[in-house]
């Protein structure tokens, strides 16, 4: 098969409104801002996603510093170059540190017409083994504890597998036990972003008596040391995400004991090469992952269920329905959620949606082309 030729680059910077607010410790979004990539070579192209938000809040990028780095130093690097795999991509890129947001974009378009050109699923070129993955839900901090148990409700109807509630100081150990209170047995996990101190870790260990999954990311963003402090005196296992940007951030926080579990977003670490590389250490160590998300669109969301079917990925992730976010997606078929609480991955070549031009016109607004 002759190499892909990074003939076309094109980048669109997309709005779409949230059915409802999405409220995190670090603030409340009611649109998604995201940048798509679509990539050419003759006849062929591949989508990808740099599931950016509207400020630093999550990570250090934004709209602006991704389209920057994208155009002036990532797209320069890629246009016109041969490329015999989207898995060199990453390696391609490494000139320019970190900015693993705009990496993701290019890179997972790559994959896209890699699996396209090949007649084979993104998938099957990442070695996936799953036909369905195990979806769960991530549930915003709401107003009252009522509207929290109406959500999770309401989710568990639809019947997603695991929950996850947003929590921050003042909106923690009570709110799950009302939870507990109601579904003593629910799979139910926390997401605290980051907004604890070590000072907090009495606190903390209130949420042992609660059989949660995991609280993720108490700590601060880019810790790793006191997390592994943290872990020694809390019985529920620690969840990493925003701390590891790297394959290496991975290696040390196992070796330092910082949790038990990763989330590996694709988003995060520069694609889904660098995910499968952290995906292949933690399933070398028997430590169990699990595919998050950034509310990605139906480009990026395709990505995720593709990396997600790897056999490490044993535990529901945040891979939820487009519905859940979107009242129309960029897609043609948005993913969609089974009744039984999984999502099908894709067989068919690439990540397996379709573009809706039509509506990719009405919500993108800014848009460039890049030619070789
Ligand atoms: O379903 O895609 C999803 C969202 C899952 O809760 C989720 N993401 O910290 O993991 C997170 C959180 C997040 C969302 C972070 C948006 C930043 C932006």
């Known amino acids: 098969m002759k ?75 890629l ?52 036909s369905q993955i195990e979806s769960g839900v991530s549930v915003g901090i709401q107003d009252t504890v009522e509207e929290l148990i109406e959500q999770v409700a309401g989710f568990l109807e639809l019947g997603y597998r695991r929950i996850k509630i947003k929590i921050k100081p003042g909106w923690d150990v009570e709110i799950v036990r009302a939870l507990r209170d109601k579904w003593p047995d629910v799979p139910l996990m926390v997401d605290a972003n980051s907004a604890y101190t070590l000072a907090d870790a ?54 330092l004991g910082s949790g038990r579990i990763i989330n590996i977003k694709p988003g995060r670490v520069g694609g889904l090469e660098e995910a499968k590389r952290i995906h292949d ?41 487009s519905e859940r976010y979107f009242d129309r997606d960029v897609v043609t078929s948005p993913i969609a959620l089974n009744s039984d609480g999984t999502i099908d991955v894709p067989s068919g070549p690439g990540i397996g949606v379709e573009i809706d031009e039509r509506f990719l016109a009405q919500v993108t607004e800014r848009y460039q082309q890049f030619r070789a």
């Not at 040391?225 to 991975?250: G, K, M, N």
């Not at 595919?291 to 992730?317: D, K």
Request: proline share 5%; charged share 25%.
């Open 3 to 77: 190499p892909m030729l990074i003939e076309q680059i094109e980048l669109y910077a997309v709005q779409l409104p949230l059915k409802s607010h999405f409220e995190t410790s670090t603030g409340r979004a009611y649109h998604r801002d995201t940048i798509l990539v679509r990539i050419r070579d003759d006849g062929a192209e591949g989508w990808g996603e740099s599931p950016i938000e509207d400020g630093p809040w999550y990570s250090p990028e934004t709209l602006e510093t991704a389209w920057h780095v994208q155009r002036d130093f990532l797209i320069p690097l």
């Open 79 to 130: 246009l016109g170059q041969e490329i015999e795999s989207a898995s060199q991509a990453f390696a391609r890129m490494d000139r320019v540190r970190g900015h693993n947001m705009a990496k993701t974009g290019l890179e997972e378009a790559l994959w896209d017409l890699e699996g396209r050109q090949k007649g084979l699923s993104v998938s099957h070129l990442l070695g996936g083994t799953r």
């Open 202 to 255: 009495d606190h903390l260990a209130g949420l042992d008596a609660f059989n949660l999954l995991m609280i993720e990311q108490p700590l601060a963003h880019d810790d790793l040391y006191e997390h592994s402090l943290l872990q020694r005196r809390l019985r529920t296992p620690i969840c990493l995400d925003e701390s590891i940007a790297t394959v290496a951030d991975a290696q040390a926080a196992l070796a």
């Open 281 to 321: 250490l933690c399933l070398a160590r028997e430590v169990p992952v699990w595919c998050g998300g950034l509310l990605e669109v139906g480009v990026g969301r395709a990505h995720n269920v593709a990396i997600a079917s790897l056999p490490g990925y044993t535990l529901p992730g945040d891979v939820s329905a």
